[in-house]
């Protein structure tokens, strides 16, 4: 009864400081149970004197100001927001270090064959540069196909496309960082070892190994495979639009141009790099994470759910 009288008068404060002078313990009980029923308005629910120093009580008065749950729910805004910046980063940051940048830095003459290639190398020309590039592109790429898959994954919608997206960028990442190991050996060969035929002789070798021609194809082709279907994975999610999947047959199509043999390496790559743009800015735009759990909304009075409290109060 103490209950129901207790919400008509909208927990008044006098009132429930009157019942704890004359029955401290019976009072102190009925106030723990409005402030863990939400009859109480979050205004008397969060205030101090109310709680009458019981420890109980004062957690279930915090409750509305904050505690483990809402730290929780912005610790996980935090990791959600750099997890977001990581992925928009690496998705552009991948294709322009593997594909684009590389090229740009190796020396400008024409080898006519693989062994001139290698003897030149020998001779303190090896691109370092471009060869450190491409391994930070390589593991950029887990980070992005990883972040475009978890983004459709929580939406979900396009879940299937967005996990064949993970599955063959998370190959093409691995295959490209082991064919990069073996060309740093081929590296360590032509540049450390004294006896430059011996060395041309073994990086012609190790690049004829079919483990060699095989994670190439991988890695290029996984590359190239992977972002357009986590692209159609974001259209199914309608995070981007449809033209984003459709701007990656670019490449393809640039690739039919007759254009001179510097262009027609590097313009396709370029091509590459709309989409992902397009992408990374779509990712940053997206709102963050809603919390997990809000808190709950005092019942208006006189609706079903006041009065079915206000039932379950009384019995």
Not at 15 to 26: C, F, I, N, S
Not at 214 to 227: C, E, I, P, S
Not at 270 to 281: D, K, N, R
């Amino acid at each position: 009864m103490l209950v129901a009288q207790s919400h008509r008068l909208q927990c008044d404060d006098s009132l429930l400081v009157t019942g704890a002078l004359l029955a401290p313990r019976k009072a102190e009980a009925n106030v723990l149970l409005l402030n863990q029923s939400g009859l109480c308005p979050r205004k008397s629910r969060d205030m101090r004197p109310m709680c009458m120093g019981h420890p109980d009580s004062y957690r279930s008065c915090s409750a509305g100001r904050g505690g483990p749950l809402q730290h929780w729910e912005a610790c996980m805004r935090g990791i959600d927001l750099v997890k977001r910046w990581l992925t928009a980063a690496a998705v552009t940051l991948a294709p322009l270090l593997v594909l684009v940048l590389p090229p740009l830095l190796l020396p400008g003459a024409d080898y006519a064959n693989a062994e001139q290639q290698y003897r030149a190398y020998a001779n303190d020309q090896f691109p370092w540069e471009g060869l450190w590039l491409q391994v930070a592109g390589a593991v950029l790429l887990v980070p992005a196909v990883q972040g475009i898959a978890g983004t459709v994954w929580r939406l979900r919608r396009g879940v299937a496309l967005g996990l064949a997206g993970l599955l063959i960028g998370m190959i093409a990442a691995f295959s490209l960082l082991l064919l990069l190991g073996l060309e740093l050996g081929q590296a360590f060969v032509l540049t450390e070892g004294s006896d430059t035929e011996a060395g041309v002789a073994l990086a012609l070798a190790m690049s004829r190994w079919p483990v060699f021609t095989a994670l190439l194809g991988l890695g290029f082709a996984g590359f190239f495979v992977a972002l357009p279907i986590l692209a159609l994975g974001l259209w199914r999610s309608r995070v981007v639009p449809m033209v984003v999947p459709a701007l990656f047959l670019l490449p393809v199509l640039i690739g039919f141009a007759p254009l001179p043999a510097p262009a027609a390496n590097l313009v396709p790559s370029f091509g590459l790099l709309a989409p992902c743009l397009w992408i990374t800015v779509q990712l940053l735009r997206r709102p963050l994470l809603p919390p997990v759990s809000e808190a709950p909304a005092r019942p208006a009075a006189g609706s079903e759910e006041d009065l079915s409290v206000s039932d379950a109060s009384r019995s």
